[in-house]
C-alpha cells in the first residue's frame, strides 16, 4: 500500500508558473511509476506526465510538452510538477498517480494509487 497527498495546487496568472508536489507514504517509492493526471469540469480525466521509477525517462502529453516538468526524488518520497507558462485551458484538479506493475504508464486505468488531487486556477 502507499498514500499519495498532493499539495502546491493554487490560482496564478496566464503566463505564470506552479509547482505542485506529491509525497508518497508506505511501501518503497523507488519501486513505483509515477504520473501526472489532471481533470477539469465536465470533462474526463487526462494523462499529463509519467515518470519511470528511477526517473530517467520522462513522458508527456502533447498539450504540455515544453511547457511542464515532471521529477521526483526519490530520497524524498516526493514526485513533482512544474508547470510554466500556464494557459486558462491548464486548470483542472491535478492527481499524482502510482503504478506498483508498470515501470512507467500512460492511462489512468495503469495506476492503482491515487491521491486525493489539488486544484491549480489560472486566471487570464
Known amino acids: 500500500q502507499v498514500q499519495l497527498v498532493e499539495s502546491g495546487g493554487g490560482v496564478v496568472q496566464a503566463g505564470g508558473s506552479l509547482r505542485v508536489s506529491c509525497t508518497a507514504s508506505?511501501?518503497?517509492?523507488?519501486?513505483?511509476?509515477m504520473g501526472w493526471f489532471r481533470q477539469a469540469p465536465g470533462k474526463e480525466r487526462e494523462f499529463v506526465a509519467a515518470?519511470?521509477?528511477?526517473?530517467?525517462?520522462?513522458y508527456y502529453a502533447d498539450p504540455v510538452k515544453g511547457r511542464f516538468t515532471i521529477s521526483r526524488d526519490n530520497a524524498k518520497n516526493t514526485a513533482y510538477l512544474q508547470m510554466n507558462s500556464l494557459k486558462p485551458e491548464d486548470a483542472a484538479v491535478y492527481y499524482c498517480?502510482?503504478?506498483?506493475?508498470?515501470?512507467?504508464?500512460?492511462?489512468?486505468?495503469?495506476?492503482?494509487?491515487w491521491g486525493q488531487g489539488t486544484q491549480v486556477t489560472v486566471s487570464s
Open positions: 515518470i519511470t521509477r528511477s526517473g530517467g525517462s520522462t
Open positions: 498517480a502510482a503504478s506498483s506493475y508498470r515501470p512507467v504508464a500512460f492511462r489512468s486505468d495503469e495506476y492503482d494509487y
Open positions: 508506505g511501501r518503497t517509492f523507488s519501486s513505483y511509476g
